[in-house]
């Protein structure tokens, strides 16, 4: 069964860290390109960063740009998601997806996605 699990969330302080992770069974995401997204209450899921299977490209979005850095091990079939200075606005539920080989932000585009891990900051 192909399936994505998405760890490491939790009820975090303002200004805290929490780092995320996605761990891939059933096939291997080296060829996979993996997304970050989040679906914040009553909002619509956005994409928060991606990172491309072949040469390391990653994307951010502004709101992350500069707290947060994606990257991945394929050895462990895992991609991480590392959120520094945590904000109440990063109050969310996070998941992870895979697309074959290409790396971009149309969700429509994804083909596995994960359950999503809750985050919440708040002091």
């Known amino acids: 069964q192909l399936q994505l699990v998405e760890s490491g969330g939790g009820l975090v302080q303002p200004g805290g860290s929490l780092r995320l992770s996605c761990a891939a069974s059933?096939?291997?995401?080296?060829?996979?390109?993996i997304g970050w997204f989040r679906q914040a209450p009553g909002k619509e899921r956005e994409g928060v960063s991606c990172?491309?299977?072949?040469?390391?490209?990653?994307y951010y979005a502004d709101s992350v740009k500069g707290r947060c850095t994606i990257s991945r091990d394929n050895a462990k079939n895992t991609v991480y998601l590392q959120m520094n200075s945590l904000k109440p606005d990063d109050t969310a539920v996070y998941y992870c997806?895979?697309?074959?080989?290409?790396?971009?932000?149309?969700?429509?585009?994804?083909?596995?996605w994960g359950q999503g891990t809750q985050v919440t900051v708040s002091s």
């Open positions: 990172i491309s299977s072949s040469d390391g490209s990653t």
């Open positions: 059933g096939f291997t995401l080296d060829y996979y390109a």
């Open positions: 997806a895979a697309i074959l080989r290409t790396l971009t932000t149309n969700q429509a585009l994804y083909d596995y």
